[in-house]
């Protein structure tokens, strides 16, 4: 029995593919998440088999989720579904250690001999899209533009989400344990790499990446 966690911030999202996953004898669905941040946990909690991860969703980006997981816990295999196809998104989900992607255009069939070939192990990305981009993320021949999000440090990303949550200096300083000083310098190294001049910017980037807070 494969066991899984689904993260997706739609209900309805989440309710149908959990539907498709447990029709199938050898497939069951152990925690459902909203955000990145609870997908986490649950993933700490259940040790499940496999995430399967959408890739914008508030607190933390699947991105993000599948990075963290492969480092911490690399027994959980690793599939992103998305309506994004973009062969950027594609490849930087398979370097941060995804095994499948598939599209949400895609049948339940295609779902489903995804979530197969993931949980042995093997790498799938849905037809059309399969050929090229793993030529590439193998061969490295087609470098992708460097995502200026992507040169964040763990900690920088830390501060971000608590500054999009709405906490001062201050109190990032006491929840992460550093100091106020530390703080401004690791907020001032963010807004610089991401080439950004005030909270309306910073804003705005998080709802372009899907990382705007919780409504929790």
Known sequence: MTSI????AHNVVREGIRALLQSQPDLTVVGEAADGREALNLVEKHHPDMLITDLFMPGLDGLEVVRRVRADYPQ??????SARSDDRYILQALRFGALGYVDKSSTGADLIQAVREVAEGRRYVKPPLSRRVINTYLNKRKPLPLDPYETLTRREREVLYHVINGFTNAEIAKQLSISVTTVATHRAHL??????HNQTELLHLAAKRGILPSED
Do not use: H, P, R, Y
């Open 76 to 81: 959980t295999q690793l599939m992103v579904l």
């Open 5 to 8: 966690v689904l993260a997706d």
């Open 191 to 196: 807004m610089k790499k991401l080439g950004l």
